[in-house]
């Protein structure tokens, strides 16, 4: 028993019940099993955390290089850490300012800032104003869409490109190897550079070997000269944080004629930036070529918020309104593409049609003359035809067809319009020939839009889409139709006129029951009896 249980003399501790509960504590508590005591992990250390930005740095995606930034801004406040965190901030800003210009993003200022960091700080690389002269100066481009230098300031950085290139050049040749942000910018510089052609990939990065297993590069080697959709999903496959890789996956799709897996890729990369001039650029590009019209237009008029002056978004405009039928907003959008000075010759052609439209065809004769001057195509001298016919000019419509005509014979309105004026005129056997080769072209275009609605209804197009490019297509057909039965008789007329009466016969039997034709048709057949 333990000395402490004793009941003999004075020394009595304490009954004996009460002792042996307590030893059975006591060796209750021996047998549990000890708490381990959690100790917190040490806060990391600046050179611990500017390492991990510089890992970022590498990791690539714009979130990362966005994280980088903010993680070195943060480190400028540690004496001991500044200098190379305040570094990091000016490389990591001049690389998010060049990745934002080629995937066409709204600029974030990033450029600015890391001038601005580089005038307040001292014992950084020397190298580093001239690779911030170099980001200021290449071009918007890189993500599949050049855009049209529409400023003073872009047409500058044009200028200063010009004249640097070969220095530049020369220095970022040797600033590849030693530093992330003067390898990034050796292949922005030389991705797309015409000097630099006749090199293969491998010869194009071999001044970049040190960073060459770093996603940072590997981005940029998979968008260079074409993007390489299947180095973009492997980069998104190993990390998803590379959403920018999904708007390089939809302008190749784009490009293949997958409209459906376009607007998805482009979609998924909206969710992720809604500053996006280029891409809701491209959302409204595929949404025209897929004639939904009106998101189309919504989509542009995202990216004109953005970028008043984008003048390919001005021009899709005009398209997307004139298309809706709403010829006095196209009007007023042609007016602003001409006051900003570009697509003049185009704006004029889109003007003219849509007054024309609107049977204002005196105006619309003077826009289409001065589109001619710009234009060399076989869309404007067909408008101008129209609009001469509608003017009661048939020598100037009749010259204006047989134009357009000898610049795309395969145009069967442009014939058909042709043909109508040479009845017109009574040039017999003109209108015969140039009617009796419209109908073939009618025919054969009837047999190709029927084909296209085949494989509409076989796609994969939602529903919604597949009635609206049907029903697009049933209304062209309706139309080559009444062109087909105007040509007919048109072609008995002349044919009867000409004492062909075998061939006016058979013609005018074609649209003895036309509602339209029909009265004239069965009057040439009673005179041929």
Known sequence: MSPFCTESGSNRSMPRRQCACLLLLLAASACAPRRSVVVPPAAPTPADRLASAEALVRAGCLDCLLA????YDLLRAFPFAKDAATAGAVRTAALIARRERELGLADQ?????ARVLLAGASNLPNWLPTLLDVVEALPASGAGMTRTPTSDIELERMRVLRLNRDRWRARLRELAPIDELGAYLWLAFTCGATETSNLSLDELFEPVAPFRDTPLIGFKRATCRASDTAQLQALLDRDPRFLETKYYLGLSAVGARRLDEADQRFEEAYAWREQWPTLTQSIA?????????ERSLAFYDRTLVMEPRAVDALLGRIRALTYLGRNEDAIATTDLLIALGWYVGDARYWRALNESELERNDEAWTDVEAAAKLLVNADVPKLAGLIAYRRHQLDVSRAKFEEAHARNANDCETRFYLGVVLAEQGVWNRTAEVLVDTGRCLESAERGLNDEIAAIRASTDPPARQ???????????AKGRRMLATSWFDIAVAYYNMSRKTEARQFADKVANDEQFGERARGILSLLK
């Open 68 to 71: 980088a930034y903010g993680e």
């Open 109 to 113: 200022g990033y450029d600015e800032r």
């Open 285 to 293: 590009n595929v949404a025209m070529t897929s004639e939904e019209f």
């Open 467 to 477: 009635a609206r490019k049907i029903a697009r297509r049933e209304q062209f057909i």
